[in-house]
């Protein structure tokens, strides 16, 4: 499966973005996509992830409550809602698919990625 990450840019504090990722190739409904993010100077960090169906999400603790993951198998993409943003969210972000089925907080499950979008968030 191939993924496209998009919908990234700057935004003030408090302000709100959505991140769609667009798949194409093999069926998209066979995997759980998580969404990562990294900061200048940082390693990777987990934000969000969810299964194959949509019937389960799972987040980070600087994510939860803010930001939601969803996705729509019938167009292959899945999304990140980013609400009250803060300039700690800056990074950037990308989309990834795995078919483990367990680890989705690993970086180290997903086999495919997608190219990373840029979050500015201005103070």
């Known amino acids: 499966v191939q993924l496209q990450a998009s919908g990234g840019g700057l935004v003030q504090a408090g302000g709100s973005l959505r991140l769609p990722c667009a798949a194409s190739g093999r069926a998209f409904s066979s995997y759980t996509v998580g969404w990562f993010r990294q900061a200048p100077g940082k390693e990777h960090e987990f934000v969000a992830a969810i299964t194959r169906s949509g019937g389960n999400t799972y987040y980070a603790g600087s994510a939860k409550g803010r930001f939601t993951i969803s996705r729509d198998n019938a167009k292959n993409t899945a999304y990140l809602q980013m609400t009250s943003l803060k300039p700690e969210d800056t990074a950037v972000y990308y989309c990834?698919?795995?078919?483990?089925?367990?680890?989705?907080?690993?970086?180290?499950?997903?086999?495919?990625w997608g190219q990373g979008t840029l979050v500015t968030v201005s103070s």
């Open positions: 990834a698919a795995q078919s483990t089925a367990w680890g989705f907080r690993q970086k180290s499950t997903y086999g495919y």
